[in-house]
């Protein structure tokens, strides 16, 4: 049994700070949990001030109960809520509910108590839930610890489970119960003192009622435990519908050039949901559509969809959002076109999206054989039903039929009610669970992410996770590691990274020796640790094609870097291969990400990174099928795969390169705040790869 | 007076076909015309069956009529149609309004009746309205020309009048009157025999009582009819905004590399209305929104807007929206800081977005005063209102403070209603006219747009415009123009077009004394009408460094034409002067749409083209400024504007380029279907441009 379930489904539950005062936040409390809740468990009122209260008696304080409450509801004011806790936590009581605001978001000495807070939960083993929040609702047990005047009004239940802190957004999602959407449970855990989003989805991931996790994420406390918590949703075969709040200031940060500051850190939270399957959605409304979705069927094996609809202009305008979306309509079976061919008029369109004409509404009877019949064509994963126009006793009539085709349906129909006006149609809709998008953007973007999740549920790889490695989450304390890039090359190339031949040349005269052992055209490059950008203080010659190249080189290089960087400690020059011509650079980089720690950048060099953000990242570490697909993601991988005449490159060296890189970063552990890669040479097929640059920033004591 | 606007406000009518037979569209037709409209003109009724109808007298023909009336209503079956469309043009009357349907929609012989429709209207001057229409709604006027059983339902007058070919997506606009949107009058033009939706934007656009247009384009007749009507709104001052149906299978052409495919119809539809400062949506809801925002107050010289919110969540949502869709967050001036800070408790947050927290629910009188100062700071354009949770009485004393700060303030505020559960503070908005927004996302798109139109009404030559010059929406017949490469340069170099010093050499003697004359490093490429893409028959040779190098082109070139394209005539070598190292590589190309007529393409060459289709297009002829915008549209303009070091490019000579191109364009009329310069090299600032390959494909008998 998870170890929240009493949380959710106390036996017995005591309120601190319980009072008759109008509108205070304990009669509120009182209210929703005697009057509005259905809970046959034991309540005792804690009061410090009446011996009674709405007729029942009180207790002056938790120690006086008769019983060991296994829930506390505290909504004592902040200052006497420590106390309360340590008392709650004495009696052994199992969870704290604060709703009591007045801790964290006030300041350092809220903090600190938040900071208590923490040590009375893990000394006494009582979880805390709070402070600053409106509670746990839960739905489908019809109980509310929440002093939310709207508890009442938000009942029907349902398989979503909502897993929010603040308490505006998690309200906005409850009440798209006025749309038919049926709520198991939401929990609006504030501050989040001890208690996280992450339990609550670990604890949702488990909880027999509820199919669908709905999640806006605010802030992300512990990185690890919210993975390990969305791999356990994922392996339970729950999907988990997300929205991150907050991307704006992080998204100025994505028009950087270089590959550390273009890993901002939503494009990275966007990234880790991608791979542990988390569907994440831009706004709050469209967490409800996919959710709805999800709920009603989980996508199978099939990625096309039908359109069917007695309007020609708003099929077309479903086909185009369909198109903008990528999204395959059906090329339907012959038996499907043969049928639709025999029952409907001449000028209907069979194919795909179906047009029955508004002349369908005058031969009502031929609506529920079409529809089945393309419900039930094997290529059809979902059949979406825009609807232009509220039409009062056809619409009812046609809402009946969607409802009976429905009940024989493989494949669930999506109504789109495209009116601002609704009626009784709707509502037919939304009480049989049919319950229809309100927009042909949103509902295709819906459905979109429906098969995505369809696609991302079929990979081989889903189910063989492990419990995600925590790499450098936090990282080790310790002096900047300075190393050049002729040691940062050695280290990775230890590690199974290729880079190209090279020497170190500590003198003219081995720098010449060192070229002819090498072979021709070389490159050179001053080698110091003190210089992180070589080219700007002119330490780079490339294209050396004979001796006299190197020696010139040599005397060019450091007159530069003695007049432009006269303080750098210079060993002498790294002699290096060039790489070969006719390959495609592409840049690698990690860096760390405060929240889910080393993340991988990947992308085609230069232009397409900067101008178009083209770019794919993954949470390390790597699985094999992951880099394949990470190297496809970005838009110019079409220059790998042999676009305008080029031959296709090195793709399995490349994928190669990256897992081994992945490796190196998971044995290094916490040493490691960065490394770039850039450029990485990929030559054509089966010649290989070669890391023409590299610099590593971290901490220690250099390379081992 | 607009020609229409006896169509819109006819003094008499006669409906033909009038019926009483219940749910005909005869019946329904007089239902909404006798009962539900408010006409005091005088109706008469044609019937060939009934005496008399609904206690109305009928007469048996137009031609029995003892007056004429100015419109007729034509709802007898398409057969009797045409015979009725004679009478009533032979009897003068000036708008014949066909509901009925089985034209042009049911094959060749109903197009042929349309013809016959076009003729009649030609020849008497009558115009004609339809077919298979639902007709037209003047709600302002109260009269409905429409079998539509919806008419009486759909009845708010208002400043937007609506413009669509089919019927259900236009009824579905009609319908946003459910959440309080106003609709002045709505033309639904069916097959446009005659008539069509430009002739409707034409006539609102001096409708006094119209202050926005809103279309959906399904299909364009005539695209010049169409420019000349969108101008005239721009003159008017009258936003248009317009949805395209059927984007869906031109998107699929944009894929395809080259010039001429990437400008498929719906992006050419796109650049032009840009260019005319059309408001193009993506969806139909988000046509009302931003409708209801323009009709509500025009966009004036602030671009950046205010959040003000009682939820922080909400808020960071909303700022999300706003940063995805790069809007500007006005930085408050002092005072407004001071009155905001001075006001809200400490906790409230007092920069932009404004966070009240939800404190201020129980101190509403902070409510009045903070807002109005935000509306009134001089850098804020709009204030967004985001209203995350319906809760009762405090959201209708919220709404009701909104709308007394409304009327005191400069600027719109827009509320977004985001919960699906609506309620008396929402229709409190509704009614007057302060019509919330249903979701965070559309309501920052409309914003956004709303922003955009403002910046587009600011610029200097939109006022200028003349009538839009109509350049070769129909291309002359005549046989295929066969022009070499270097005919084609010479054509456009006696235009304007900079293009590399060149010598056609017919023998191998004149390629090498071109060659001395010409100066190196040189190019060769064969000269043949016949050989359209010389790179693939080994027809170039780059790089010619001296006589040898020529010499030895010559031969390989000639051996390897005769070889790989043995048919072609071959007039010998051009050789020219290889563009200067430094430059950057841009494609310039014409095509002819079918509904505009000639569009320039214009793109940084190569990869950024066939990857991101990171191009702009322009209706030609261009205005400099145009051209001047035009070149800085696409991401990777960051390539010719000194980006990764690059020197800055010679801009100016470019768009002089773009110029003397879209003049060449008009000179020839349409005897030009596609030109194509690909690459043009743009040198460093000051050393100009060469079209360093030209093609040009037309009609005619060669090069002017």
Not at 202 to 210: G, Q, V, W
Not at 271 to 276: E, G, N, R, S
Not at 484 to 495: I, M, N, V, Y
């Amino acid at each position: 049994m998870n170890p929240l379930h009493g949380l959710f489904n106390p036996r017995s539950i005591a309120v601190v700070g319980a009072s008759d005062r109008p509108d205070s936040i304990g009669a509120r409390t009182l209210d929703n949990l005697l009057v509005h809740s259905r809970f046959d468990g034991e309540v005792w009122l804690v009061s410090t001030s009446k011996p009674e209260l709405f007729g029942r008696r009180t207790w002056p304080s938790i120690e006086h109960l008769p019983a060991t409450p296994e829930l506390a509801v505290v909504v004592v004011p902040a200052a006497a809520a420590m106390g309360v806790l340590e008392q709650c936590a004495a009696r052994g009581v199992r969870f704290a509910v604060v709703l009591t605001s007045g801790f964290g978001e006030t300041g350092p000495e809220g903090q600190a108590m938040e900071a208590r807070m923490r040590e009375i939960a893990a000394a006494s083993g009582m979880r805390i839930y709070g402070p600053n929040c409106p509670g746990i609702t839960n739905v489908n047990g019809r109980l509310g610890l929440t002093f939310s005047p709207s508890f009442p009004h938000d009942l029907q239940p349902g398989p979503i489970g909502i897993a929010t802190q603040g308490g505006g957004l998690g309200r906005n999602i409850m009440q798209a119960m006025a749309r038919g959407i049926g709520v198991g449970m939401w929990s609006s855990s504030g501050n989040e003192a001890d208690l996280q989003v992450a339990d609550f989805i670990d604890y949702m991931a488990d909880a027999e009622d509820i199919r669908v996790i709905v999640t806006l994420i605010e802030g992300i406390k512990d990185g690890a435990r919210l993975v390990r918590a969305l791999q356990k949703a994922a392996r339970q075969g729950k999907p988990v519908v997300a929205l991150k709040v907050g991307r704006s200031e992080e998204g100025a940060r994505a028009a950087a050039s270089h590959t550390a500051s273009i890993t901002g850190s939503a494009q990275v939270n966007s990234a880790v949901f991608a791979q542990l399957g988390v569907i994440e959605v831009d706004d709050i409304d469209e967490l409800v559509d996919t959710a709805w979705l999800l709920a009603r069927q989980l996508p199978g094996e099939v990625d096309e969809i039908a359109v069917y609809c007695s309007s020609g202009g708003a099929a077309a305008l479903t086909a185009d959002a369909i198109g903008q979306h990528h999204i395959g309509l059906t090329r339907f079976r012959p038996e499907t076109t043969r049928v639709l061919s025999e029952k409907f008029p001449s000028y209907a369109a069979v194919g795909n999206p179906v047009d029955t004409t508004a002349a369908i509404l005058a031969h009502k009877g031929l609506f529920d054989d079409t529809l089945l019949q393309v419900c039930r064509d094997p290529g059809v994963a979902l059949v979406v039903l825009p609807i232009a126009i509220e039409y009062g006793a056809v619409t009812v009539e046609i809402a009946q039929a969607v409802l009976r085709v429905q009940a024989q349906s493989p494949v669930p129909i999506l109504p789109i009610w495209m009116s601002d006006r609704t009626g009784e149609g709707f509502e037919l809709y939304a009480r049989h669970g049919i319950v229809p998008a309100r927009s042909v953007g949103k509902a295709v973007k819906a459905i979109r992410r429906w098969l995505d999740h369809g696609r991302w549920r079929r990979r081989a790889d889903r189910l063989d996770w492990q419990p995600w490695p925590t790499l450098g989450q936090a990282p080790q304390p310790g002096p900047a590691l300075r190393i050049t890039e002729r040691e940062a090359k050695q280290w990775l190339s230890g590690h199974g990274i290729p880079v190209p031949g090279s020497a170190l040349a500590t003198t003219r005269e081995e720098a010449l020796a060192a070229a002819e052992r090498l072979g021709y055209p070389l490159v050179a490059k001053v080698a110091s640790a003190d210089i992180a950008h070589k080219t700007e203080v002119g330490g780079v010659a490339i294209g050396l094609a004979d001796a006299a190249a190197v020696g010139a080189a040599w005397d060019r290089i450091h007159a530069n870097v003695r007049t432009r960087a006269p303080e750098a400690q210079v060993q002498g020059l790294l002699i290096e291969r060039m790489a070969p011509a006719g390959g495609v650079e592409v840049l690698v980089g990690v860096s760390r990400d405060p929240v889910f720690g080393p993340v991988l950048t990947f992308g085609l060099g230069g232009i397409h990174v900067e101008l178009f953000q083209d770019v794919a990242r993954r949470l390390l570490p790597l699985t094999r099928s992951e880099a394949e697909r990470l190297v496809r993601e970005p838009r110019s991988f079409a220059l790998l795969d042999g676009a305008r005449g080029r031959p296709r490159a090195d793709v399995s060296a490349l994928v190669d390169l990256l897992l081994a890189l992945s490796d190196f970063v998971a044995a290094q552990g916490d040493r490691i705040d960065e490394i770039d890669l850039n450029p990485v040479w990929v030559g054509p097929a089966g010649r290989g790869v070669l890391a023409l640059d590299a610099v590593i920033v971290g901490r220690g004591e250099g390379a081992r």
